[in-house]
Each structure stands twice: as structure tokens, then as C-alpha cells.
């Protein structure tokens, strides 16, 4: 009559309970930094360590406005 945790067999159970929700909250908070990262503008080049190529920063500029037609094209006669 002391409940089914004294017999030994419920403990197991509540400790993988325990551990499937750190497995839950992990995979929960990695998912969120992972768009955190993503949404912060950083490219895929950077965070893999890789160089960013340089047309693609070209068109980054010109799409933010920092560069006209004409020196867009210029550069990317330059670059090409």
C-alpha cells in the first residue's frame, strides 16, 4: 500500500521521463539559436568559416541601395 514508486519499477520511468524532457528543452533551445543566427543576417558563407564570394557582397550592396547601376556593373566586370 505504499504506491507503485516504492517497488523500485516507477523510478526508472520518471528518470527517463526527466531525461526525455532535457532532450526536449536542448533540441527546443538549439532550434531557437539556430534561427536566431540565421535571422541575424549572418550568411551561410560566415558561419561556416568560408569567405563571403564577392559577387555576392556585389549584390548585397547594390540590393541595399549603397551602389548604382553603373558601379555595380563596373565591379562586377572587375570581379567576373
Request: glycine share 12%; net charge positive.
Amino acid at each position: 500500500m505504499m504506491g507503485p514508486y516504492w517497488n523500485g519499477m516507477g523510478w526508472g520511468w520518471m528518470a527517463l521521463g526527466w531525461v526525455m524532457m532535457l532532450i526536449l528543452w536542448g533540441t527546443a533551445l538549439a532550434a531557437v539559436v539556430a534561427l536566431v543566427r540565421l535571422a541575424s543576417g549572418r550568411a551561410l558563407f560566415a558561419q561556416l568559416g568560408q569567405p563571403e564570394p564577392p559577387i555576392a557582397i556585389l549584390r548585397r550592396r547594390y540590393a541595399a541601395g549603397e551602389l548604382t547601376r553603373e558601379q555595380f556593373e563596373r565591379m562586377k566586370s572587375d570581379v567576373a
